[in-house]
């Protein structure tokens, strides 16, 4: 799965650590994540969407298959 989740949390100013910080995870979990080599769980994909303010979608687009 692809993402934005560096983009939107560099424009945000914030670190990896922070971003682990404000979700409750692990800043691996964000690294995983960014590069996309772990697909978050729905729950987590909802925190990231309302801590971004953008839609789910946004954040995540499936691989083109």
Request: a negative charge.
């Amino acid at each position: 799965m692809k993402n934005s989740l560096p983009d939107h949390r560099k424009e945000r100013g914030l670190s990896q650590q922070a971003l682990a910080d404000a979700l409750g995870v692990s800043r691996q979990t964000i690294i995983s994540l960014e590069k996309g080599r772990y697909d978050p769980s729905l729950p987590l994909a909802f925190k990231l969407s309302a801590l971004f303010g953008c839609q789910i979608e946004d954040l995540f687009q499936p691989d083109a298959e």
